[in-house]
């Protein structure tokens, strides 16, 4: 069992409690998709491709008043330790639908009535919050198919190890920490669109989990924001 | 007057108080807010942001190039790079008195075939409905298919028609530019064919940039004159 | 791969022919050329193996993993080697996702054959205990970016990761394949195969179809050759067919033009 945390509060990858991993974004890598964006995230290596808006198959499926957005979230076989089956599991199911619905407020779907707005997101390499940063791609994605959205979504989760509250949960503490909590929000509404809870908080320790990752997700909006910036408008961008 | 810019990416707040939200921009409160990633304009008391990347939404009126994907005996179905496909009713072809069979329709036009039309129609609740009645109009008997970003065909049109004019006249290339973001070059002359592509596709790429019809005119080798380079309607 | 829904303008399609009487292509190749190839290996750390493939627009990742497994019943003796392939509906508009259409189950067969049956690994040297317990090598990969002709960068990828990769050591403890921690070696390397699909348009033969040619193509056909100059896998698709002439200048073809690629993967040992 690791040590997850030694006796200078530094934790089993070398990083303070309220440290975030490092993170890069790169948008529009992909030639065929409509919008796109890879990231990492600690040893997360995710993809994400949106199609749309675009036609509805099969026909009956589609919103007379609204577009419909739909997500699959998919783990390559080699992206996890012990090789994964690559046919769908119950847990890329139940993400694939949060995810789904944290994009979802975002985005403005009464503009598109009767079309669908696809988004696709393939693990290469999982490193603990995977569904985070693939949040964090997907949003980045829709910005560059140029869907119109409200805001951007930004995810980043917290924790509990070694009986501290700490930022962005890497794949050790989740195996073995106290506590993880992946949140998403629309960073200039202040909405929280994702969250969930694996563990057990007291109510004040939940209320610090809460601040901290929110403290999270703003940072990674500034690098979402530079990724857009960079892209689009170069280094001149402000 | 001046109009005011800076790059924006969705759910930046452009400006706070009584402004009239146009396009690309909603309004929360008192503040308006950006949707896409672009260019926010304010010009008077309006807001506006002008997107760099997006899809194609029909507009009446709209000229397109569409490429057809199927047919029914009652119409054409276009692909005309948007969300919606357009539909060609075959009457605006054969006329109202004539009920052409399946194999007429594939006749005159099949599918592959590129075609100049209008969007005759157009409001969310249907497909658009689209017209070839008119003296330009009709399927595209020679050239290439460029496809640019919906956001910079008025870039390629200019200040009125004078981008287009001076990849024309320059290259002796005929080009027609679809709303939709679809654009026909053709010509005789394959130097100006390769000239008039290579013009297209630079101004598709550097739309948002400033001095983009001196470079242009630069690479066409053509004088470089006094010319407003604003970022047009 | 999904040619019955890609619509190509006929303008295009037009061209297209009339540049090959001229023997040119759209992209200005050749008829028998290649588009640039680029790999890169090491790309997902935590697998045993792994390559990025870019053959033109076309873009895969694959990884390999290796783990201890049970052989197959009457082939105790060998080690297990699966490929697979998925096109990943972020690389095609027109793929969507759901269980695997009959092309890409043909894709990922084909390219599983071209490596297993090349007899590129040798799977001999897999064995813990004979009839029990076997090391397992499991290739997948990921298409990205699809732009025509799947089957050879798929084939590049699969064999650039399998040549990278780092072998980890297992010995039995308590009848049961236990990691040894720290020991890695190298892969047994037999033969390196190399695929080479080419597509027939009227009657011209053009090698390594972007997705255009495809959509334009009579009949395809993906030869792989070893590192002895053998042909060891073929395989011909699309709705029409070859004349025998056809099939031997494929052949040709494909022995012309796989040394090249060789040389590429070798580099990668």
Sequence with gaps: MTQLMNENGIRCDGRKVDQLRNVSIKVGILKNADGSAYIEFGQNKILAGVFGPRDVHP??????????????????????TERKNPAPSRREIEISKVIKEALQPAVLLKDFPRTVIDVFIEVLQADGGSRCAALDAASIALADA?????????????????????????????????????????????????????????????????????????????????ALMEKYFGNGGQ | MEVKRRYVIPGDVIITGPFRPEQNVYQDGDKIVSTSVGISEIYENTVRVIPLCGIYMPKTNDLVIGKVIGHSSL????????CFVGFLPAQ???GRDYSPTKDELKERLDV???????????????????????????KIESGELIEIAPSKVPRLIGKRGSMIQTIEMATKAMITIGQNGWVVVSSDDPVGLLKA?????????????????????????VELGENNDTINE | MMADSVIVEQLKRDRILELLKQGK?????????????????????????????????????????????KPFPDLGDKGILICTAEILPLADPNAEPGPPTEEVIELARVVDRGIRETEMIDLHQLVLVENKSVIGFFIDSSIIDADGNLFDACSYASVAALLSCTVPKYEIKDEVPALVEGVNSKPPVKTIPVSVTMARIGEHIIVDPTADEEACMNARITITTNSEGNICALQKGGSDGFTVDQLIKCSEIALAVGPKIRKQLEQLM
Excluded at chain 1, 150 to 157: E, G, I, P, W
Excluded at chain 1, 177 to 202: H, S, Y
Aim: hydrophobic share 40%; charged share 25%; proline share 5%.
């Design chain 1, 59 to 80: 026909k009956h499926m589609a919103n007379q008043d609204r577009g419909i957005l739909r997500c699959r979230y998919h783990m390559s076989p080699f992206s996890v």
């Design chain 1, 146 to 226: 140029g869907i119109p959205m409200r805001d951007l979504v930004s995810a980043c989760a917290a924790g509990k190890v070694a009986d501290q509250i700490v930022l962005d949960v890497n794949n050790e503490e989740d195996q073995e920490g106290q506590a993880d909590m992946p949140i998403a929000i629309m960073p200039n509404l202040g909405k929280v669109t994702l969250m969930q809870l694996d563990g057990i908080l007291t109510p004040a320790e939940y209320k610090t989990c809460l601040q901290t990752a929110i403290g999270g997700c703003k940072q990674i909006y500034e690098i979402q924001r530079k």
């Design chain 2, 75 to 82: 119409s054409w179905e276009f692909d005309i790079n948007s």
């Design chain 2, 92 to 94: 605006d072809v054969f």
């Design chain 2, 112 to 138: 592959g075939d590129l075609v100049a039309a209008r969007v005759a129609n157009f409001d969310r609740s249907r497909d658009p409905l689209l017209t070839v009645q008119d003296r330009d109009l009709g």
């Design chain 2, 197 to 221: 592509i290579e013009a297209v596709k630079m101004v598709d790429a550097q739309a948002h940039l400033p001095n983009l019809t001196e470079r242009v005119k630069s690479m066409l080798g």
């Design chain 3, 25 to 69: 292509r759209l992209d200005g190749r050749r008829l028998e050329e290649q588009r640039p190839l680029y790999i890169e290996t090491g790309v997902i750390p935590k697998a045993n193996g792994s390559a990025r493939v870019r053959l033109g627009d076309t873009e895969v990742v694959t990884g390999v993993k290796i783990q201890p497994d």
